[in-house]
């Protein structure tokens, strides 16, 4: 089964750093990953693949490179 959904994630964010994690766990996975906000506090991607792999790469996201603190998350059906 195939998910489109829309992830916005909250915090504190190094942007190149999370940039460079999330391309990384897109490729390992095998998701298409299109980044649609990279702000210092608010990051936003559209992703599309299988869906346990779109939900580890949330989970990835949500627990991120060091430099980087999520506060809150939230996904929704692109």
Known sequence: ???SIT??????FDVAAFREFAESRAR???ID???ERMEGHEIVFLLRGAHAL?????MACVIGPASCVVSRWREAEA
């Not at 779109?54 to 949330?58: H, P």
Request: glycine content about 10%; proline content about 5%.
């Open 1 to 3: 089964m195939t998910s």
């Open 7 to 12: 992830l916005h994630l909250f915090g504190r």
């Open 28 to 30: 390992l996975l095998c």
């Open 33 to 35: 990953m299109t980044p």
């Open 54 to 58: 779109v939900g580890m790469f949330v």
